[in-house]
């Protein structure tokens, strides 16, 4: 079966930096667009960044030349640099396939002093 699972959130200063992981099985992973999204309390859910198959990469406005997603399709992995972090990056951060679409359980990101 797919599974996705997130790992590498806490509790960062603003100005800091945090690296997500997510970890795919299940899924012809090379072939996958894969995606971040993120939950803020009492807000939807929004698209960060998406990574294509051949390496192609897009960005939220919000996050663009702090966010960097790439992807180690050896590993089956896709991650989620994130520098010059601000309290307004605080949210629950999701992996998401496209084939099949599937979501991770999340990874709780705090930027706080």
């Known amino acids: 079966q797919v599974q996705l699972v997130e790992s590498g959130g806490g509790l960062v200063q603003p100005g800091g930096s945090l690296r997500l992981s997510c970890e795919a099985s299940?899924?012809?992973?090379?072939?996958?667009?894969m995606d971040w999204y993120r939950q803020a309390p009492g807000k939807a859910r929004e698209w960060v960044a998406t990574?294509?198959?051949?390496?192609?990469?897009n960005y939220a406005d919000s996050v663009k030349g702090r966010f960097t997603i790439s992807r180690d399709n050896a590993k089956n992995m896709v991650y989620l640099q994130m520098n010059s972090l601000k309290p307004e990056d605080t949210a629950v951060y999701y992996c998401k396939s496209y084939v099949p679409i599937r979501w991770g359980q999340g990874t709780q990101v705090t930027v706080s002093s």
């Open positions: 299940g899924v012809i992973f090379s072939r996958n667009t």
């Open positions: 990574i294509t198959s051949g390496g192609g990469t």
